[in-house]
């Protein structure tokens, strides 16, 4: 089944402890995505990867780290969080460029609290 | 202030109503996408229109993107308790050395039996 995966998909924990949240996908697409969900402020894109190897900053990257290693995983890093980092985070892909019209798979999505 | 304005925030009616939910902004969009929501799971797409003016019918659901390519909306008839979600309208548009995909704050559809 062609789907992406988060882990874990709840996480409690404190300011200043280092965590990384895993998102994998099998559908070999090139274009990668991290976004935060906020109420009243729709999904916020933190960092995307175009290919291996190839990441950039998206509107809201402060606070985060990312790697593209391999195709199919795009690890998100938080290496000192902080509470105002609590949300709802997705990870997603694409073939291609989603701006250009193609179809974006996102994960389920991970509730990260951070007290 | 959001680019893409989505209204109304909240709409709440009963099974067998017809919705306009509308999505709105200055700025054009090379494309526009349409997601739902529902609770605990990530948006999934249902449309995406390239062309300004252009009309997709996805069974109750009708998509239409606006002429100038700058506003769009979502309508359903006789609405039934499985749309319920959150709805998302999402447009391309060339930022940043590249075709990014930029969101709205999104409505949410209540539909009681």
């Known amino acids: 089944e062609a789907q992406v995966t988060q882990n874990p998909r709840y996480l409690i924990t404190v300011t200043g402890k280092k965590l990384t949240v895993t998102c994998s996908q099998n559908?070999?697409?090139?274009?990668m995505s991290w976004y935060r969900q906020d109420p009243g402020l729709g999904l916020r894109q933190i960092y995307y990867s175009m290919n291996v190897e190839v990441t950039d900053k998206g509107d809201v990257p402060e606070g985060y780290k990312v790697s593209r290693k391999e195709k199919r995983n795009f690890p998100l890093i938080l290496e000192s969080p902080s509470p105002n980092q609590t949300s709802l985070y997705f990870c997603?892909?694409?073939?291609?460029?989603?701006?250009?019209?193609?179809?974006?798979?996102f994960g389920p999505g991970t509730r990260l609290t951070v007290l | 202030t959001q680019l893409l304005e989505q209204s109304p925030q909240f709409l709440s009616i009963q099974e067998g109503e017809n919705l306009t939910v509308y999505c709105n902004s200055s700025?054009?969009?090379?494309?526009l996408q349409w997601y739902r929501q529902e609770p605990g799971e990530g948006p999934v797409l249902l449309v995406t229109?390239?062309?300004?003016?252009e009309v997709k019918k996805l069974k109750r659901l009708t998509f239409q993107f606006g002429d100038a390519r700058k506003d769009s909306s979502l309508h359903i008839t006789a609405a039934q308790p499985g749309d319920t979600g959150l709805y998302l309208c999402a447009g391309g548009r060339f930022s940043g050395g590249y075709n990014k995909l930029i969101f709205g704050a999104g409505t949410r559809l209540a539909v009681h039996p």
């Open positions: 229109v390239v062309t300004g003016g």
């Open positions: 700025s054009v969009f090379s494309s």
């Open positions: 997603a892909s694409s073939l291609s460029l989603p701006g250009q019209g193609n179809e974006q798979f």
């Open positions: 559908m070999n697409h090139e274009y």
